[in-house]
């Protein structure tokens, strides 16, 4: 019997990761466990094979050699758009990271409802390891990701509140020891790029 969809997308990630020699950051473990997280977050929300098929896929196009020609080849069209929606290109005209993480940020925000959903289970499940493992990185990611989500209102509802709560968190456990960083500084650094930082802590 052919394997579904999302069987086929889980098999494809996992071999096109492990081929790229594709590890997680802080704990060494197969990339995968990344995707798979991922996943899980969505199917939480949503049965939609097409959807989870992409959640498997969504670092394929970023992180290894695959091409989104290949996507739409193996899994179709419609989850090769998902994909494509998530996928960070490169911006060879942008200055420094504020520049190219907004550019980003506004792709991701034009994206359908259905990948602004995955986006947020990304978010979610990377928010909690650097939270844990990466504090002087977390400064900067958590007020990146906090301006993010202000543009992934299409996406689902649970899943927004559940990012907005996490990286809430991260953001009231750096204000306080051992790390003790003070609101000023997440307020310079949102301004780098032109917004307003919410106090974590209201």
Partial sequence: MRDSL?????????????????????TDEPYIVHPAAV????????????????AWLHDTVEDTASTLADI???FGPRVAELVDM?????QPQAKNRAARKLAYFRHTAQAS????TIKLADIIDNTRAIV?????????????KQIQIQLLNEGDKHLWQQADNIIRQGLTQLAQPPHSVPESWFVK????????????DT
């Fill in 6 to 26: 999302e069987d086929q997308a889980r098999h494809y990630a996992t071999q096109a990761h492990a081929e790229a020699g594709q590890r997680r950051k802080y």
């Fill in 39 to 54: 996943v899980e977050l969505v199917r939480s929300v949503t049965d939609d094979e097409a959807m989870l098929a992409a």
């Fill in 72 to 74: 739409t080849r193996l």
């Fill in 86 to 90: 998530l996928t960070d290109s490169a």
């Fill in 113 to 116: 409802p259905e990948a602004q």
């Fill in 132 to 144: 844990q493992f990466d504090a002087d990185f977390a400064r900067v990611y958590l007020v990146e």
């Fill in 189 to 200: 650094q949102a301004a780098k790029y032109g917004v307003m930082l919410t106090n974590p």
